[in-house]
């Protein structure tokens, strides 16, 4: 049998699947293996999922079952324990500082200041690092942090806070997120709400030694979210004001940083410029003068200092005459000092400078950088790393760009009007994430593919995305803002970015009345409708798509007719209104068939097949389902497929049949496209079918991720489902299980839906 890689513990499982069917004495059946091994049927369904991993006398018992030959057994059994081992180990220790600055001059009062406040027997436990811009405030912190890393053995975290940036500062919410990532949390256990993340934070770091590196605060209502709550763990600040909101709190203690002694200054120099600082060294002092003491000018200046006698360019720097930036200390220089290193690029360097002041994007890659400067990524390579030899542009350790906020602020300023650059960055994002959108969710047979790929882009790129299309509504580029929000749109649902929808199809709106189109119109109310109905804001999605309706009829678009009928008959199956549901499938049927929708039509089939579920017929249900199925693994659509799997998970449950392999498959075609809403629901579907089994421990797991998901996606409806299951577990177990059916009634009465009478009559039997 030919072997794949067995990496995760779904590896295993895939293999071990394949071998219940392929057994030398002939396929056995899950319930058969189940009872030979006197094993229950989830708990076996669980092994060969990779959900759970087998203990290893169980593992040997199973593969004797198999009838796994020699070879191929070892290779299982040394898989299996390499994956127990891995487990075994503790999440890796985050080390996120980024490396220490070289030729880092002076500062020994400031650094003995901070080694006194984390070592005050008050207990400090923040230390604010204020002065201004180009100052060298990171510089010190990262200086210091390096210094005592070592003491704190449970990690370090580091965030840009880009409070000053020409882009928007990082929201709390995305920097709580990437903590709790780098803390061992999966990523589809991180809250969406900024508070929970808050919360789970400061538990995650409870009784932990952690040292936090926040740089570039805004202010402090950026900051709070992100303090720990214990005594143990140490947080550095650094900002151009003083952050007052915290140090008026016990804890907290402030270091200004002033410019550099002129001392620091030509020491700094000297370290840069090696041996010819020698040349002239009253020349160099009156260099570092003229830099005003501040780092950033410092180190610009010594980079463009290679092959020249240093007297010529105190002349040349001195030529220049006063033309500051307004960096918070009217007598700093180092508006001076870059337009002094322009004036050694060459035209071409210098647009290409002016280009990366002005794009929207916070940080971008190799390929997005090829496309703003308009040439191909080998050449973009060269002409980049001349901006980087000359401190203008940075390059992290992953190979993203990035300018420091000062120098993409002078940049800005002294650019051109002209965003063609900046289109064609636009451009390049739209044409990148519409060919990601087609592999994970496709309107016909997709070859050769890698959705894994596919979904790292997407989430690499995703907050660059949202600032590029605001940057295209504010530019009033309307045909850009419709083209990347349509993009967009295809994966706000199936991802799970209900609250992102929002804004996204806001612009989407927007742009399509200015353009006069109406299907774009038609489109956005129609995704708009959805994403409040996952939000449980059920008047608003009924209110939405009765407008895309009647745009759609109104622009004879039978296309997005048929959707905004589809969309209303999922709002009313969700109301318990399933006569009414049905009517709008069947409406919708004529129209996918006279376009020769394919894929609409497997979704109509899709979310017939729930509604025949609720009314409990059953076989209709399997018969739309399969069909459903058919066209969608035709179609290569892996996330219609992992739903319509579920849906039909659900119908063998209710009616007596095996579902456990539906959810299986369900769950991990979802995983692989990044369906986070459809994973949520079928996790629910597993729950209750473990339940029915008698698998309490099982359903509460599955339910407990299922919620997890759910309030990280903002999908109030399967976060209702949780927690009437996780209630449900609770007393089958002989627990309590008041609370989470009261929060479940409360949700479900809070969206007007019927089930809140089903779950109060529970707790009325309490």
Known sequence: MHSEPIRTAADLGRDLKRWTRRR????????????????????????????????????????????????????????????HGARGRAVAV??????????????????????????????????????????????????????????????????????????????????????????????????????????????????????????????????????????????????????????????????????????????????????????????????????????????????????RPVTELVAELADQGTDLLDVGDPGTAIGTVFSWSLRHLDARAVADFHSFGRHPARDIDLPAAAALLGTDVRDAGKRIDRLVRAHLVQRSATGRLDMHDL?????????????????????????????????????????GVDAGAARALVDAEWHNLLAVLAFTARQGWVERTGRLAAV???????????RDALTVLGHALEASRLAGDLAAEGAALYDLGVAHLRLGEHKEARKLHDQALAVCRAGGDRHGEAGALNNLGNLYERLGRYEEAIEHYRAALPLVRELDLRRGRAVLLTNLGVVHTRL???????????????????????????????????????SGRDAFGHYDEALALATEVGAHSIRTEVLNHLGAAHLA????????????????????TGDRYEE??????????????????????????????????????????LLGDR
């Open 94 to 307: 985050p080390r996120e500082l980024p490396a220490d600055l070289a030729g880092f001059t002076g500062r020994d009062a400031e650094l003995a200041t901070l080694d006194a406040v984390r070592t005050d027997p008050a207990g400090v436990r923040i230390s604010v690092i204020s002065g201004a811009a180009g100052v060298g405030k990171t510089a010190l912190a990262v200086r210091w942090s390096h210094r005592v890393a070592e003491r704190f053995p449970d990690g370090c975290l580091y965030a840009d806070l880009q409070g000053y940036s020409p882009v928007e500062p990082r929201r709390a919410a995305d920097v709580l997120g990437r903590f709790l990532r780098s803390l061992g949390v999966p990523g589809d256990h991180v809250p969406d709400d900024e508070q929970e993340r808050a919360a789970r934070f400061r538990s995650r770091l409870a009784g932990q030694r952690v040292l936090l590196v926040l740089d570039n605060a805004l202010d402090a209502d950026q900051v709070r979210p992100l303090l720990p709550g214990g005594p143990d763990c140490f947080v550095v600040l650094t900002s151009r004001t003083d952050l007052a909101g915290l140090l008026v709190e016990p804890g907290a203690r402030r270091v200004e940083l002033r410019p550099l002694e002129l001392d620091d200054g030509v020491a700094l120099l000297r370290t840069h410029l090696g041996p010819r600082a020698e040349e002239a060294p009253d020349a160099l002092r009156s260099l570092a003068e003229q830099c005003g003491g501040l780092p950033l000018a410092l180190r610009i200046v010594a980079a463009q200092a290679a092959g």
């Open 616 to 654: 409990g017929e059953y076989e209709q249900a399997l018969r739309d389902g399969q069909e459903a199925l058919e066209i969608f693994r035709e179609l290569g659509d892996l996330g219609g497929a992992a739903r319509t799997l579920g849906n039909l998970g659900e119908v063998h449950h209710l």
């Open 488 to 498: 967009l749109s295809r994966h706000l649902d199936q991802g799970g970015r209900h």
């Open 693 to 712: 089994s008698g698998a309490t421990e099982q359903a509460r797991s599955s339910h407990t991720a299922a919620l997890d998901l759910a309030r990280a």
């Open 24 to 83: 030398p004495s002939g396929p056995v059946k899950v319930a058969t293996l189940a009872k030979r091994l006197n094993l229950s049927q989830s708990t076996l369904y669980a092994y060969l999922a990779g959900t759970t991993l087998p203990p290893a006398e169980v593992f040997d018992d199973l593969l004797d079952e198999l009838g796994v030959p020699a070879g191929e057994r070892r290779r299982l059994c040394d898989a299996r324990d390499a994956l």
């Open 407 to 447: 120098v993409r602020a002078y940049a800005r300023e002294r650019a051109s009007g002209d965003d063609t650059a900046s289109a064609r960055l636009v451009d390049h994002f739209v044409d990148a994430a519409g060919a990601a959108m087609d592999v994970l969710l496709p309107s016909g047979p997709v070859v």
């Open 720 to 761: 209702a489902r949780a927690l009437e299951g996780l209630g449900s577990a609770a007393c089958a177990a002989s627990q309590d299980p008041v609370g989470p059916w009261r929060e479940a009634a409360e949700l479900y009465r809070r969206m007007g839906l019927p089930e809140a009478g089903r779950v109060e009559a």
